[in-house]
């Protein structure tokens, strides 16, 4: 049987959650990167793709790749649409040398 496992690595420490689905994971990968960002409304969202926070990366905030209404996100069926979000997020981490969140897909064996 396939499961997902979520790797979390911030400051050193490591934990993981494992989920019997794809979506599962990758919602909480996101969530996980939306919390370590502190973006949890409106405000905190155009603050993080402002212009003069990150003006590198001239983010749009009405782009679909940049969703992080994780109520929105839960509502997409289709898993691949949230591997591009959830790739798109993770790119922003990057830089970010005290945190890291992957996602492998493994197989439980009896």
């Given at each position: 049987m396939p499961i997902w496992v979520v790797m979390y690595?911030?400051?050193?420490?490591?934990?993981?959650s494992t989920h019997l689905t794809e979506k599962g994971a990758i919602?909480?990968?996101?969530g996980d990167i939306l919390e370590f960002f502190g973006i949890d409304d409106?405000?905190?969202?155009?603050?993080h793709f402002s212009s003069r926070r990150h003006p590198e990366r001239?983010?749009?905030p009405e782009s679909d790749t940049l969703q992080w209404d994780i109520e929105k996100l839960r509502a997409i069926k289709d898993a691949n649409t949230l591997w591009g979000v959830y790739g798109e997020w993770v790119e922003r981490t990057w830089d970010?040398?005290?945190?890291?969140?992957?996602?492998?897909?493994?197989?439980?064996r009896g």
């Open positions: 690595r911030y400051d050193g420490d490591l934990s993981s919602l909480t990968a996101i409106q405000e905190t969202a155009d603050y001239n983010l749009d970010c040398h005290d945190y890291d969140v992957e996602i492998e897909k493994t197989m439980v």
